[in-house]
């Protein structure tokens, strides 16, 4: 998790150097006040001549200097290291997120990944580079002030330091408060961002609908409960700040009273009452700053909270022996499986899909088909059974070589907002033009990429918005011809595209040789009539299993059968 690995490693190779540069320039702050006091002091009495004059002016504009100098230098090296945790967290987010099981992410929304990586991460950079170092500083600048008052007079430095326990107290019960609110308004903002975002794309379901006005007025009505909202917790906010504010200048009056006190009775000297006045009034600042600059602490704790709800998840673990399978037969034994503990989708599922074969997996929707894929995919563990590919269990098979073996097209293709060529390349990252040129001429796609005006150097645009359902297929198709994976499964890849683009498709398939395991997820079984093996799925479990011709004889598959028959043969009625 975050907070028991990242960020300690970051305060532990962070050293002293920025903390040394930032208590130096709280220094030669404090020093300019008590040289402008010992000059006033001394034209007051008229015992100071032009010469030490200017040479105290040198020293004060000197130290000036140096403290900007000193808090610059500071910035560079607190960012410096900010940059490098922030790169650090993102690349360790990343590389778990690619660790997890496929099931984390099915009840996720991605807005709320990149909302994570993007937004609060940044808020760590923010707290490290700007907020910590200002805190820092704060705190230094208060102790060097009670040290030197105390050094003049304890009975000023304790006036001055009377309040801090009822702020301290104030302070941490706005802190408290300010918890549970920032929470409540990090989530109440992303809810009415949310909105907002499927009320823009679902606009056109809305208008055709026309109940656009409705829902408009739905949004608004979020908008306008968020703004009361986050009026009514501001001002719940605003009162405990106030009366630290308050507090903090009490100090400072308490010291004038008393400081009034010394004077008239001769304990202290004029100079040392004015400059008890001066750092006490900078001291009383500097207090009302720290609640706005822990407000920033509160964002960190709870922007570490959102990023260990992806860090905190178990990765889905491997063996460490890894072995490395050539194509082979794939084995389901005894393999139940439910998803993530919940009710079992899968019982007692025996199937194997032998080698260079092709295999359909046919069933109503629901009835286990693709997580049949994902399992072979490795992206879930089963609850019971195993899973072997040429003998091996998929647990001692490294995600690498996994990935090496198995090639998957699916019903919704994902595209890269990239030129043609370039996606099809994800296949084969150093695949030459010609090898790409070959692999899409297989997935009858390349008469259709060289009508286009830029042809395979064309933009898809994102997720290939410009281009049909079945375009997209025969891209991804090619893609996973030039991978040239042992093992091809395929998941409902037509059954959401027209007849022409269906027919390439399986001209696409038929052509991938005889050295290739399919496996072919299917709802139509024409799809599927001609393959070498069919297993029939119902509610999880295997009904049947063989040729076309001998699933005849099963009742399921029979009635499947008619139904397709009576939808391929659908016509509307007359009335």
Not at 66 to 76: A, E, P, R
Not at 383 to 403: H, M, P, Q, Y
Not at 542 to 556: P, R
Request: glycine share 4%; hydrophobic share 45%; aromatic share 10%.
């Amino acid at each position: 998790m975050l907070d028991e690995t990242l960020t300690v490693k970051y305060l532990k190779k962070r050293n002293l150097f920025p903390d040394i540069l930032i208590l130096l320039k709280s220094i030669f702050e404090i020093l300019p006040i008590l040289f402008v006091v010992y000059i006033i002091n001394k034209i007051m009495f008229n015992s100071i001549d032009f010469n030490n004059l200017l040479f105290l002016s040198i020293f004060i504009v000197a130290f000036s200097i140096l403290k900007s100098f000193f808090y610059g230098l500071s910035i560079w090296k607190t960012h410096e290291k900010a940059y490098e945790m922030l790169v650090e967290i993102r690349l360790s987010i990343i590389k778990h997120l690619k660790k997890l099981s496929l099931g984390f992410f099915q009840d996720k929304k991605i807005g709320n990944f990149s909302n994570i990586i993007n937004h609060d991460v940044e808020q760590i950079e923010l707290y490290l580079a700007h907020a910590l170092p200002e805190i820092n500083s704060l705190f230094l600048i208060q102790i060097l002030i009670v040290i030197t008052i105390l050094f003049f007079d304890w009975r000023l430095a304790l006036s001055l330091v009377s309040t801090i326990p009822i702020i301290f107290i104030l302070k941490k019960l706005t802190d408290y408060y300010l918890k549970d609110s920032v929470r409540k308004f990090t989530e109440s903002s992303k809810q009415m961002s949310e909105n907002l975002v499927e009320y823009i794309n679902t606009v056109s379901v809305i208008k055709a609908f026309s109940n656009n006005e409705t829902k408009t007025d739905e949004v608004l009505m979020d908008m306008k409960d968020y703004i009361k909202w986050v009026k009514s917790e501001m001002l719940n906010i605003t009162i405990p700040m106030s009366l630290i504010s308050f507090f903090s200048e009490l100090g400072l009056v308490l010291l004038i009273i008393i400081g009034s006190n010394l004077l008239v009775n001769g304990k202290i000297s004029v100079m040392i009452f004015i400059l008890s006045i001066i750092l006490a009034e900078k001291f009383s600042k500097t207090i009302n700053k720290l609640p706005t600059f822990q407000h920033f602490n509160i964002i960190l704790n709870e922007s570490i909270r959102k990023i260990n709800t992806i860090l905190s998840v178990n990765p889905l673990i491997k063996s460490d022996l890894v072995e490395n399978p050539k194509n082979g037969d794939i084995i389901f034994s005894d393999v139940d499986f439910s998803y993530n503990g919940d009710e079992k989708v899968l019982f007692n599922i025996n199937m194997t899909f032998k080698e260079n074969s092709k295999t359909g997996i046919i069933g109503s929707s629901g009835s286990g088909k693709t997580t049949i894929a994902n399992l072979i995919m490795g992206f879930w563990k089963v609850c019971a059974g195993s899973i072997t590919i040429d003998g091996v269990n998929i647990n001692n098979i490294s995600e690498k070589n996994l990935s090496n073996l198995i090639s998957i097209v699916q019903q919704d293709v994902f595209l890269f907002n990239l030129s043609i060529e370039e996606n099809i390349r994800i296949g084969k990252p150093d695949a030459s033009k010609k090898e790409i040129i070959e692999a899409a001429k297989k997935a009858r796609i390349h008469d259709f990429i060289i009508s286009l005006k830029d042809g395979y150097d064309t933009l898809l645009g994102e997720n290939g918005v410009k281009f049909s359902g079945g375009e997209k297929q025969r891209i991804s198709i090619a893609r996973m011809i030039l991978k040239d994976s042992p093992i091809i499964i395929l998941d409902e890849a037509t059954s959401a595209i027209d007849p022409d683009n269906e027919f390439l498709i399986h001209d696409a398939i038929n052509s991938l040789g005889k050295d290739k395991t399919l496996i072919i997820i299917a709802h139509h079984l024409n799809t599927i009539k001609n393959l070498d093996n069919i297993f029939l799925m119902d509610r999880g479990e295997v009904i049947c299993s063989g040729k076309h011709d001998t699933l005849l004889n099963c009742q399921k598959y029979r009635e499947m059968l008619n139904k397709q028959n009576q939808v391929d043969n659908w016509q509307i009625k007359e009335v």
